[in-house]
């Protein structure tokens, strides 16, 4: 079992920026690739940024040179840095693990933008 849970969510500006963190405990050896996903109300879930254990990166093109995802191995934490944050980017974001091609899921985090 991955637990997974999610902080740094918040109400922030238009033009602001947040950083959301993903603290990973239990079996996480083999952990593969992490993410960062969101869903907005009425809308589907949607990847914003994934990292591989190699720090191979991916993002949604509406969050590139935007967002940054990084990961601490030492702290099993992963991070998603939001700059530049606009009202469209306002959802509840979830880290996402995937471990023997099983994918875990945190609780979700809040973020809340204002215009």
């Known amino acids: 079992q991955v637990q997974l849970v999610e902080s740094g969510g918040g109400l922030v500006q238009a033009g602001g920026s947040l950083r959301l963190s993903c603290a990973v405990s239990?079996?996480?050896?083999?952990?593969?690739?992490m993410g960062w996903y969101r869903q907005a109300p009425g809308k589907q879930r949607e990847l914003v940024a994934e990292?591989?254990?190699?720090?191979?990166?991916n993002y949604a093109d509406s969050v590139k040179g935007r967002f940054t995802i990084s990961r601490d191995n030492a702290k099993n934490t992963v991070f998603l840095q939001m700059n530049s944050l606009r009202p469209e980017d306002a959802a509840v974001y979830y880290c996402r693990a995937v471990r023997a091609s099983i994918p875990y899921w945190g609780q979700g985090t809040q973020v809340t933008v204002s215009s």
């Open positions: 239990g079996s996480i050896l083999g952990i593969y690739t």
């Open positions: 990292i591989t254990s190699g720090d191979r990166t």
